[in-house]
Each structure stands twice: as C-alpha cells, then as structure tokens.
C-alpha cells in the first residue's frame, strides 16, 4: 500500500533555531514493516540526510523512541500500516518533552541527569554472605516490572507532569528508584525514598498514566511510583503537600464517605495556602457551585464503611 | 436500560450541573438510573498512594452493591472509571487477592462476585444509545459551533483496563459533536492532562496544564470545549483564571460538561443546562451563533 509519511524535522545545529517543518515521503508499505523500517528505507533510497537513531532493530536497546501520531513509542516495535490505519495518516516527530538536536534525534542528557540522580546503583545493606546473596521468588518478583527498564525514555517524552515541570524527576527515574528500594539487598531505602520525596519528586506525578500505557517494556513506571508513595509514608516521610493531599481524602471518606471538597481542599493545602483561594472560593459561591463547607452529609451505611476501613487498615 | 449510577462526588457537589443535566437527558433517553447512595467514594486514585489492600476493597465494596442491585454501573467521571476498571483488573488478575478483599468485604456482610461491568456516560451513548437516535433527537443543531472534544486521561488510560476507545486516537467524543451538529476541531492535546491531580498539590504546575491545554485548543480554531469529566471541568473551567494570570492570556473558553451539550442540541432550556454555574459563560458564545 502507497502511504506518504510525514516527517516533522528541523535542524537547530545547522541554522541555530529550530525552525520546524514537516516533510512527507512516498513509501509502499508493507504489512508487517515497522515505523523503523520505514525511516531506514527512506533514508536509504530517498533522503540521505534524515537522523534518526537506532541499534538493535528489536526493542532492546531503546534508542528509536519517538513521538508516533503524537504518541511516544519505539519506531522498531510499532507497525506502520497499524498506525496509518488509526488516523488514515502518519506523522513522525521527535520525542516529546526534550530539545531536539536534528530531525529525530533528541538531547537526552536531562534523561541520564535525572536516573543518576537516584543512584542507580545497588547500596548494600552490608557485607554479601559467603554463598552470595540467595533471593526468593517472592523477592525477585517484587521488582521484576521496573528491573525491565530499556531507558528508551518513552514515558519521560510522554509526561504530562514533565511538560508542566522539566524538572519534575520523571517515570523513568522512579521506575528506577523502586527497582532498588524493592531490592532486598539495598540498605539505602530510606534515603532513596526522603530524597525523591522532595520537590520535583514522586508527589509531582498528576497520574495522567502516559507512562504505564506506552511503556513498550511493561515497566509500568506509574504503579512504581504509587509504590514509592506507600513505601515513603510507611517509613514516616510524611511532611509534604502530597500525603497531606491524601490523608485528607482518606479522612473525608472515613468522615462522610465521599469527598467533602472544601475541607479536602483546606486540609490538602494547609491555612495559608487555602487563604489564597478564598476569591475563587467566594467566585464558586455566586455560581452556586460551592459545595458547603461544614455540613456535608454522609453517605447511607457510613458506619459499616468506617467499620471497613478499620479492618483493612489494622492488617497492615 | 437500568444503570447502578455512580455520580462520583465531583458531581454531587462542585459540579453538580453535570448530575442535574445527566438526569434530564438521561429520560429522554430512556436510561434509567438508580443512584447508589451507599456507594462511597473511590478514593481518586489516591487510596493506593497509602495502602492498595484498602484501594481495592474500597472499589469491590461498590461494585458489591451494584451486583446486590442487579445492575451495571454507570459514572459520569473518568477519574473514577479509571479507578473503579484498575481495581476490577486487578481482582480479576489476582484470584488470591480478591479472596482476601471478599473476606473484608464479609464482615460488612458484603460479596463481590466478579461480574460487574463499569461505564461511562458517553460509552453508554455511542453504545447503546447509538448516535442514529442521538441524531433524531436534536432539535437544535449546534450548527458553525467549533468545538474541541476534551477526552483527558482516564477515559483512555490505561486501556488494558479501561477498554472503549482507541487510546492512541480516540473519536466517540468527535463522532458525538458530529452528532450534535457541531464541529470538531482537531488539536494535539486532546488526551492529554489537564493537571487536576496537582490542584492541591502543585497549584502552579496545574494551571499551567489548564492554560496549556486550552491555549492549543483555541490556537486550532476552538471556540469552546466539551469535557466526559467533572474533574476536567473542575480544572479547565473554574481555574481558568488562574491560568490566564500565569500565562499573561485571556483564554475565555467556555466548556461545557457532556450532558450539558446533548441537553442544549436536544433543545433543553439555557437554565435548565445550568450553564449559569460556570465560571465562564458560554452564553455570548451561544448568541453570535444564533444558538439562543
Ligand atoms: S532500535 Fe533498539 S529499541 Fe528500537
């Protein structure tokens, strides 16, 4: 089948902006050829200069990651005929959220910057026994997602929370952080855990989902970072706006049964914090769409709900 | 055509026109829906931030009153979709685990049998209702109306959970303004996030999205936006303000909820759409079209 793909390039080092432009090759396509195929072939025969990355062809390496018709993916795991179908066309740019330095070829230094920031190496808890360390099923399973990580960064170029903050710590990174806090033989748990609990760290994560739905690797980095969350309010790192965020749902839902917006909102943000939003507050009130703040009623069945909590929690 | 309705708390307070005009539609419809009005909140995706065992029961607990009702469950939110068809998923997966939440359950006299199915309004409408009735019911067309479908996240994501539409290029929410006699316009962030998750965290970075998310929308020829989700309409409505000031703009985008949009092309009054309880008024918008 005869499909133009279209190219998003521009080439920053040669005219010192970045002036956009979509260029689009005739190509025949044939089932079962990836989008990688595509560019090699283009590159082959129609248009020497196009850059793009690439090594193993078979999505081990993670270097073709690239935004498909505004999705980001790896060129060499994504069929192109799939992909023409969903749109009746295709465009091709570089991966979201980083600078591009030509054509598809993106700058990932900030990527590398925010996993060795982590310590992306194994702490250990003290010397290894003699017989080397002997690890459990159980153990090894725990951390078998985020140990599949290729850092191809798809999930950092699709970040909804990265493109709001670029110096939000990212997926990739707090899939790598699980994978050595859920690492039985790591001793620096709780100093991982304080650290990427700061600013810019797992809080910032508006669980958009991006990450876990185009992780080509099933690494699903969102579910590492709500993992990260309990682990961190489990060893008492609890002086952020996040877990004050839940907290005060857990305690609107054992309170009423459901959330009770305003004081959800003033216990998430704190005195000063919601003193700000009191013109968007009184704003609410004459389109009468403020919720009263004090009498909220509860749910039918509230006391079983409490009784249900309970019992769930006093497992832990 | 009898639903269990989960609302989801948004609905049933801050946006309560999204509940008030779900009702009206709904009878015109044909949709019958029985409000849960046991049913607790899901949490919004944070009850997993603390302890997913709770996350879980607290989801099976819903679905257990909606299987003594008989019913599948409907909701108005994408928030609480996402949630509600992560934590089926994962019972599902996980026999073990929804052993020991039917144990919890059990002391509250509860069971959850696994047989629930959970919607979203609109999926009931393109599915079931189909847009051939849709269609036949509009009187009037929202006709030279460009309108931006507002999918965002959890409507979509993760779709091994949330299964409906083509994650990567979603349409029921364009095919549904066709339907309506509007335009859809096409614009780059129409699965992307709103921020609504950072309202309380991060403000700043919220309203950036908002204004973000708008910005593009109104640059791609939008004249007003439709959304699936009260938290959405939270965010892109009531924060707009804000986001006009961090952004030095002025956006002055209307959004309307889902139900809002069938109610008006159905010929439902202004004030019965409620439209009013925005903080951007669609009304001078609605009035150069010839709408009102
Ligand atoms: S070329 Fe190696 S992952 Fe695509």
Redesign the interface.
């Known amino acids: 089948m005869k499909i133009k793909v279209k190219i998003k390039r521009c080439d920053p080092m040669a005219s010192g902006r970045c002036e956009a432009y979509i260029q689009g090759y005739d190509i025949k396509a044939k089932k079962g050829m990836t989008v990688l195929d595509a560019l090699i072939w283009i590159k082959d025969r129609l248009d020497g200069t196009l850059a793009f990355r690439r090594s193993c062809r078979s999505a081990i390496c993670g270097s073709c990651a690239m935004m498909i018709?505004?999705?980001p993916k790896l060129a060499c795991k994504t069929q192109i005929l799939k992909?023409f179908e969903?749109?009746q066309e295709i465009l091709i740019a570089p991966l979201g959220n980083f600078s591009i330095i030509k054509d598809l070829v993106v700058d990932l230094t900030p990527l590398w910057k925010k996993i060795n920031k982590i310590e992306p190496w194994l702490n250990p808890v003290g010397e290894p026994p003699e017989t080397g360390w002997i690890i459990s099923r159980e153990e090894a399973q725990r951390i078998d997602n985020e140990s599949a990580c290729i850092m191809c960064g798809v999930c950092n170029g699709g970040c909804?929370?990265q493109?709001?903050?670029p110096d939000f710590i990212g997926p990739s990174a707090c899939a790598k952080s699980y994978r050595f806090v859920g690492d039985v033989r790591d001793g620096s748990k709780f100093k991982r855990l304080e650290k990427i609990s700061r600013e810019h760290g797992i809080?910032?994560?508006?669980?958009?989902?991006?990450c876990?739905?185009y992780c080509p690797k099933g690494v699903y980095p969102m579910t590492a970072i709500?993992k990260l969350?309990?682990e961190a309010?489990g060893e008492g790192i609890v002086d952020n706006?996040?877990v004050r965020?839940?907290d005060?749902?857990?305690e609107?839902?054992r309170r009423v049964?459901?959330?009770?917006?305003a004081m959800?909102?003033f216990k998430?943000?704190g005195f000063l914090?919601a003193v700000g939003m009191l013109p968007?507050g009184i704003?609410?009130e004459l389109?009468?769409?403020?919720?009263h703040p004090v009498i909220?009623p509860e749910?039918?069945?509230i006391e079983?709900?409490r009784?249900?909590?309970k019992?769930?929690?006093e497992?832990? | 055509m009898k639903f269990a309705y989960y609302p989801g708390?948004?609905s049933?307070?801050?946006?309560?026109?999204y509940n008030a005009t779900t009702l009206l539609i709904a009878e015109m419809l044909g949709i019958e829906l029985v409000e849960m009005?046991?049913?607790?909140?899901c949490?919004?995706?944070?009850?997993?931030?603390?302890?997913?065992?709770?996350n879980l029961?607290?989801s099976a607990?819903i679905f257990a009153q909606a299987e003594e009702m008989g019913c599948d469950i409907l909701t108005l939110c994408n928030t609480c979709l996402?949630v509600m068809s992560r934590a089926k998923k994962e019972l599902e997966d996980n026999p073990e685990m929804l052993k020991a939440i039917n144990d919890?359950?059990a002391?509250?006299?509860l069971k959850y049998n696994g047989d629930v199915k959970i919607n979203h309004l609109l999926w009931v409408i393109i599915r079931d209702i189909g847009l051939d009735r849709i269609k036949k019911l509009v009187t009037r067309p929202l006709k030279g109306l460009n309108i931006g479908a507002y999918y965002g996240?959890?409507i979509?994501?993760?779709?091994d959970a949330v299964v409906f539409d083509?994650?990567?290029?979603p349409n029921s929410l364009d095919n549904l303004i066709s339907a309506l006699g509007g335009t859809p316009v096409e614009y780059?962030g129409k699965?992307?996030?709103c921020?609504?998750?950072?309202d309380?965290?991060?403000?700043e970075?919220?309203h950036?999205?908002v204004g973000?998310r708008i910005l593009d929308c109104k640059e791609s020829g939008g004249e007003c936006m439709v959304t699936p989700c009260p938290l959405c309409h939270i965010n892109l409505d009531?924060?707009q303000?804000?986001a006009n000031k961090l952004l030095g703009v002025k956006l002055d985008m209307p959004i309307f909820n889902l139900s809002q949009l069938i109610g008006f092309a159905f010929g439902l009054s202004v004030s019965d759409m409620e439209f009013?309880?925005?903080?951007v008024s669609p009304e001078s918008l609605l009035k150069t079209k010839d709408l009102v």
């Not at chain 1, 049964?257 to 917006?261: A, S, T």
């Not at chain 2, 921020?195 to 950072?198: H, T």
């Open positions: 018709n505004g999705n992909e969903k749109r909804n929370s493109e709001g903050d809080w910032n994560c508006m669980r958009c989902l991006m876990n739905q709500e969350r309990a309010i706006f996040g965020h839940v005060a749902m857990v609107s839902v049964g459901r959330l009770d917006e959800y909102t998430s943000l914090r968007l704003r609410l389109h009468g769409k403020m919720p909220f749910i039918d069945g079983e709900l009784e249900l909590m019992t769930v929690e497992k832990e | 708390c948004a049933l307070a801050i946006t309560k026109e009005v046991r049913a607790n909140c949490g919004a995706a944070l009850f997993n931030d603390q302890n997913r065992e709770l029961t607290m607990r996402m919890n359950l002391k509250a006299g996240c959890h979509l994501r993760p779709s083509n994650p990567d290029a780059a699965t992307r996030c921020g609504f998750q950072l309380l965290v991060s403000p970075i919220a950036r999205m973000k009531s924060y303000g804000y009013s309880k925005h903080l």
